[in-house]
């Protein structure tokens, strides 16, 4: 029998009341009774079964572990240990720091323009642990003169754009604004251009569809549905012009120079990337911690498994309890979604005018009139590894225990962004 997480996902999920919120609040007090909030908490149970999840969406191929998402090592290791394999990191400084604490096969995600990370990358011993993202010569140039060389030479991968011109780039263009390289006679310019440096090796290829994989196809609202629906058809006509795209761009760039991966998608594509031949590996992350906008999705529903607890410290009425802290807002564009979601006790809301604030934030809704002074307020947060730039330390709980309390890079002094 599959073990009961120790905060249901239904009792998660919306924050509605059901039958299972109560006993899932009782579990999580009980659990961390002797910790002050504000403090973090993961379920291992959740977590675990979230690896699980990923892995078998992903039908055999390697995930590779988004590591912004998480930014707790213990808990990457965790999930490496779990079978996900090898790291994107999101920069050049902690791909080296993770490489000095014994890992291996770091690609970072996203192009650097740190001169002292790239000295370090070109003359120290990560060299052959670290692959750096690039998509332009300008990127190419600052590896050499970080002191790259043909006898010690960096490992590159190129990334391509994965986003949808639907007019053939005489129109909208729809996707995350990242790499100019968008057609395969682009990417295999470029290569050729690596592969005409001697200090740099080609290593592989990314391309990462944040329309697809970081958009949800069952969003909130009243107007949900049809939303939903536009999205999900925009995903689909995308998917199989990236699919076609993608394999045309592989086969491109890997008649210049063998590729040792080709890296797509996210949580919330990691089947339909995954199915796609020209891939060898899929990214992910968010689906470990399961935030608030990943419950926005048809086809998968990650456990929630990280949670935050903020003390009521007034009762400026008596339909309002006010908490500790909670401004911990998502990145992306500002909007209700990008906001904190108090979930236990069942039945509160965030006030509309008030938001979720710097130091203090008020609940309303049903549950807020039963709530004293010390009593705890559970959220989820919008996004994933950003949670861990608020707090330290996670407390790990397994079976109704706190089993361990692991730093995050915060806590290990280590803030990257
Ligand atoms: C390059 C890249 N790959 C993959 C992902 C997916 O990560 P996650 O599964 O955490 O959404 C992201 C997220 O932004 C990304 O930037």
Known sequence: MR???????????????????????????????????????????????????????????????ASKSVRVRALIERALGAGLQGILAF????????????????????????????????????????????????HLEAIRAAGASAAAPVRVCLDVDAGWWPLGGRGPRIGAKRSPLHTPAAAAALAREIAARPELVLDGLMSYEAHIAGLGDRPPGRLGALAGAAIAGMQS????ELAARRAE???????????????????????????????TEVAAGSGLFAPTLFDAYRSFTPRPAALFAL???RRPSAGVATVLGGGYLASGAAG??????????????LDRQEGAGEVQTPVTGEAARALRVGDRV????????????????????????????VPTYRGEGMTFL
């Open 249 to 279: 761009v592989v086969a491109a760039v890997s008649a210049v120079a063998p590729l040792r991966f080709v890296n797509g998608g996210g949580t919330g594509s990691v089947e339909r990337t995954a199915a796609e031949a020209a891939v």
């Open 237 to 240: 006509a995308s998917g199989r």
């Open 378 to 405: 559970w959220f989820r947060h919008a996004k994933a590894g950003e949670l861990c730039e608020r707090f330290d330390a996670v407390h790990l709980i397994r079976g109704g225990a706190v089993v361990e309390t």
């Open 336 to 349: 209700g979604d990008r906001l904190p979601r108090p979930v236990l006790p069942a039945g509160l809301r």
């Open 91 to 138: 920069t050049l400084p902690e791909a080296l720091w993770l490489a000095g604490h014994g890992h291996d096969d770091l690609v970072v995600a996203y192009p650097t323009a740190d001169r002292a990370a790239l000295r370090e990358l070109a003359t120290g011993s990560a060299r052959e642990r670290v692959t750096v993202m690039v998509d332009s010569a300008e």
């Open 3 to 65: 073990r009961a997480t120790l905060a249901q996902a239904p009792a998660l999920a919306s924050g509605a009341v059901t039958d299972a919120a109560e006993p899932a609040r009782a579990r999580l007090d009980a659990a961390t009774a002797g910790l002050e909030p504000p403090f973090a908490v993961v379920d291992l149970d959740a977590f675990d079964a979230n690896a699980g999840d990923l892995l078998r969406r992903a039908g055999g191929k390697p995930v590779r572990l």
């Open 311 to 313: 003390p009521v410290v």
